[in-house]
């Protein structure tokens, strides 16, 4: 089978949190949720689709698949994709292993397994050596920015109305952790996630503050991400859990982080590291190890679908990240959709869901 041709969409959604739109940078808000999804056509008449990272670099990721990867993919033979992917890796190791190119590479990988699914016939968790005896997946709240603490206690009553039995801040004050564990109770499980804001000695006081809070995690506290010494030396320093994974580019990296016992988890993503061939990998890695590992995937599209599939194959219990908004419209319709807060694992062929192409047409940023 070959690839014919592939395309790379950007889309801007509109979403409601429950909240007045999350800040972003430089004083502004963020009123769109921004993605990159990428179609690959085949010879075959199978399309598969996939989803690179993008956020704030959605022009650049787009730039990539476009005008780099898909003229070095398109007429290649993908019945095996781990070898086209390893020669691809290779071809573009002198731009960086982590970035948008690595970006465009995941989500072609992500495609290409959608498309094998489909010309066999089978499920990804399937064909990952799931026994299919783990059909849905608990998807715990991963709240956008809230900045108050009212905003804080609203939200966290939305969510476990919606049925949802755990929840994960992105803030970065006592106030606002304190305002979340009094509104969710002492047996939901809570996280926080500082998106790397903190120097170590800082990242050493925040966790002892917020000891009475319970975290469940308190995930990537330092800047930069991949200065695993420090994330150890915390690691030591603290009793809270330390989780981090999303920003490694790849499997070497996640091997680093391992060796220095860095993490209590580890996250890493399909859209950033590769897509579901090196992001299984990972996952195996952190598994034989003893390590939990949860996949980074707050993501609405094929990238939150192909960890469902790979958490349907994991020996280990895990939870999938949501992040917790309602969209305008939805690319994937119910798949993407958490029902009483879990996520259904597609069993149809390949990612096993319907991209719906009118709301592609209608969100893609010109
Ligand atoms: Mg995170």
Same mark, same amino acid.
């Given at each position: 089978?070959?690839?014919?041709?592939?395309?790379?969409?950007?889309?801007?959604?509109?979403?409601?949190?429950?909240?007045?739109?999350?800040?972003?940078?430089?004083?502004?808000?963020?009123?769109?949720?921004?993605?990159?999804?990428?179609?690959? %056509?085949? %010879?075959?008449?199978?399309?598969?689709?996939?989803?690179? $990272?993008?956020?704030?670099?959605?022009?650049?990721?787009?730039?990539?698949?476009?005008?780099?990867?898909?003229?070095?993919?398109?007429?290649?033979?993908?019945?095996?994709?781990?070898?086209?992917?390893?020669?691809?890796?290779?071809?573009?190791?002198?731009?960086?292993?982590?970035?948008?190119?690595? $970006?465009?590479?995941?989500?072609?990988?992500?495609?290409?397994?959608?498309?094998?699914?489909?010309?066999?016939?089978?499920?990804?968790?399937?064909?990952?050596?799931?026994?299919?005896?783990?059909?849905?997946?608990?998807?715990?709240?991963?709240?956008?920015?809230?900045?108050?603490?009212?905003?804080?206690?609203?939200?966290?009553?939305?969510?476990?109305?919606?049925?949802?039995?755990?929840?994960?801040?992105?803030?970065?004050?006592?106030?606002?952790?304190?305002?979340?564990?009094?509104?969710?109770?002492?047996?939901?499980?809570?996280?926080?996630?500082?998106?790397?804001?903190?120097?170590?000695?800082?990242?050493?006081?925040?966790?002892?503050?917020?000891?009475?809070?319970?975290?469940?995690?308190?995930?990537?506290?330092? $800047?930069?991400?991949?200065?695993?010494?420090?994330?150890?030396?915390?690691?030591?320093?603290?009793?809270?859990?330390?989780?981090?994974?999303?920003?490694?580019?790849?499997?070497?990296?996640?091997?680093?982080?391992?060796?220095?016992?860095?993490?209590?988890?580890?996250?890493?993503?399909?859209?950033?590291?590769?897509?579901?061939?090196?992001?299984?990998?990972?996952?195996?890695?952190?598994?034989?190890?003893?390590?939990?590992?949860?996949?980074?995937?707050?993501?609405?599209?094929?990238?939150?679908?192909?960890?469902?599939?790979?958490?349907?194959?994991?020996?280990?219990?895990?939870?999938?990240?949501?992040?917790?908004?309602?969209?305008?419209?939805?690319?994937?319709?119910?798949?993407?959709?958490?029902?009483?807060?879990?996520?259904?694992?597609?069993?149809?062929?390949?990612?096993?869901?319907?991209?719906?192409? %009118?709301?592609?047409?209608?969100?893609?940023?010109?």
């Amino acid at each position: 089978m070959k690839i014919t041709k592939i395309e790379a969409f950007h889309l801007a959604i509109p979403f409601d949190h429950g909240a007045p739109p999350p800040s972003q940078g430089a004083g502004g808000v963020r009123t769109t949720m921004d993605s990159v999804y990428i179609r690959v %056509d085949t %010879d075959a008449g199978i399309t598969g689709w996939g989803e690179c $990272f993008g956020f704030a670099c959605c022009p650049v990721t787009h730039f990539a698949i476009q005008r780099v990867i898909a003229p070095m993919a398109v007429g290649r033979n993908c019945d095996d994709i781990g070898s086209l992917m390893f020669e691809l890796h290779r071809r573009v190791q002198s731009s960086g292993r982590n970035g948008p190119l690595i $970006f465009a590479l995941s989500g072609l990988d992500i495609a290409l397994w959608d498309v094998a699914g489909m010309a066999r016939g089978e499920p990804i968790h399937k064909m990952l050596g799931s026994t299919g005896a783990r059909t849905s997946v608990p998807a715990y709240a991963s709240l956008m920015r809230l900045d108050t603490p009212e905003n804080v206690t609203k939200v966290c009553g939305d969510v476990l109305a919606r049925g949802y039995r755990a929840v994960k801040l992105h803030e970065r004050t006592l106030e606002t952790v304190a305002a979340a564990r009094k509104a969710l109770g002492d047996d939901t499980p809570l996280m926080l996630d500082t998106n790397c804001t903190w120097d170590l000695a800082t990242s050493k006081r925040m966790a002892q503050e917020m000891a009475p809070y319970n975290l469940a995690w308190l995930e990537e506290p330092l $800047f930069p991400p991949d200065d695993y010494k420090a994330l150890a030396n915390l690691r030591t320093a603290t009793k809270t859990p330390i989780a981090a994974g999303e920003n490694l580019g790849n499997l070497l990296d996640v091997e680093r982080i391992l060796d220095a016992n860095a993490v209590d988890v580890v996250q890493p993503d399909p859209i950033k590291m590769g897509g579901i061939t090196e992001c299984w990998k990972a996952l195996c890695m952190a598994q034989e190890r003893g390590v939990q590992a949860e996949p980074h995937s707050p993501w609405y599209g094929p990238g939150l679908i192909a960890a469902l599939h790979m958490i349907g194959a994991m020996e280990q219990e895990c939870m999938a990240e949501f992040y917790y908004a309602d969209l305008a419209d939805w690319p994937l319709g119910e798949a993407s959709i958490p029902r009483n807060g879990s996520l259904r694992i597609p069993d149809g062929p390949g990612l096993g869901v319907q991209v719906n192409e %009118d709301v592609i047409a209608k969100y893609r940023v010109a």
